[in-house]
Nanobody, 114 residues
């Protein structure tokens, strides 16, 4: 089983940047791919970006060119660098395997507002 903890959220103005972190522990060797997901108020959770063990990345069209997913295998940590943030990026952000399995963590709230 894999345990995941998200951090790094906060309040940022439109056009600003944030970097989210996802720390993994437990059976991390069983993971083939990881993803960042988000859930805005009143909406379903959606996939934002994925990264495989080999470093191949994919992005939702809504964040392509603005967000960058990366990982540090030595630290068992995944990151989401978010630039040019927009109010519509406001959401709770979660990390999980891709496809998702197990329980979701508490997430980290990103609020983009002036």
């Amino acid at each position: 089983q894999v345990q995941l903890v998200e951090s790094g959220g906060g309040l940022v103005q439109p056009g600003g940047s944030l970097t989210l972190s996802c720390g993994a522990s437990g059976s991390v060797g069983s993971i083939n791919a990881m993803g960042w997901y988000r859930q805005a108020p009143g909406k379903q959770r959606e996939l934002v970006a994925t990264i495989t063990t080999g470093g191949f990345t994919t992005y939702a069209d809504s964040v392509k060119g603005r967000f960058t997913i990366s990982k540090d295998n030595a630290k068992n940590t995944m990151y989401l660098q978010m630039n040019s943030l927009k109010p519509e990026d406001t959401a709770d952000y979660y990390c999980n395997t891709f496809p998702p399995r197990g329980a979701w963590g508490q997430g980290t709230l990103v609020t983009v507002s002036s």
